[in-house]
């Protein structure tokens, strides 16, 4: 994934068969948090890769100079607002209907997490970063999953993602018993 063009705002990137008046909900939720947001519409069309590395329906890409700008212009109380948005972002996105085709054949809820949902962001050194989310995140571990997320952006590094660059993308996934974001390996 290049630089998004937009890192000073949050993004709404969704598929572009998903209903407008959806799209206009989200993007007035998180609005109303006083964020900058800006909306992109991708095809809808099949995609080959490793199935955690593909994209999912909503995806939203927040990056350090937004969230930094936000917290400035906005301050704490407006943090916990955009909080409860991203939150509401993922449950609604859970509500989508979406098949995954794996060689053929579909794999219904066979996978452990969401492919409706996912986060990116960019680390301070330019790697990219896949926050993926359980598909068995209780409540108080998505509220937790989210706020050490967006400590994840401030920082700008991505947890265990140092040394080789051979990965395009750092997966991360959510370790509620260790409250923290941690690498996902793939293979």
Request: proline residues 5%.
């Amino acid at each position: 994934m290049p630089p998004h063009p937009v890192a000073h705002t949050l993004v709404f990137s969704h598929l572009d068969d998903m209903p407008p008046v959806l799209v206009e909900h989200v993007l007035a939720d998180f609005r109303k948090t006083g964020a900058e947001v800006t909306a992109e519409s991708r095809s809808n069309q099949p995609s080959a890769s490793l199935e955690d590395y593909l994209p999912t329906a909503i995806v939203l890409f927040i990056f350090k100079p937004f969230l930094e700008s936000f917290l400035k212009k906005a301050g704490e109380d407006s943090y916990a607002a955009l909080k409860a948005a991203i939150k509401r972002c993922y449950e609604g996105a859970r509500t989508i209907k979406y098949r995954l085709l794996v060689s053929g054949t579909e794999k219904a809820g066979r996978s452990s997490f969401c492919t409706t949902f996912s986060i990116y962001s960019k680390t301070e050194d330019g790697r990219t970063i896949k926050f993926l989310f359980s598909t068995s995140t209780t409540d108080q571990s998505l509220d937790e999953a989210i706020a050490k997320m967006l400590e994840v952006v401030r920082g700008g590094q991505a947890p265990g993602a140092s040394g080789s660059r051979i990965q395009y993308i750092t997966l991360l996934v959510y370790d509620a018993g260790r409250a923290s974001w941690v690498p996902h390996h793939v293979i």
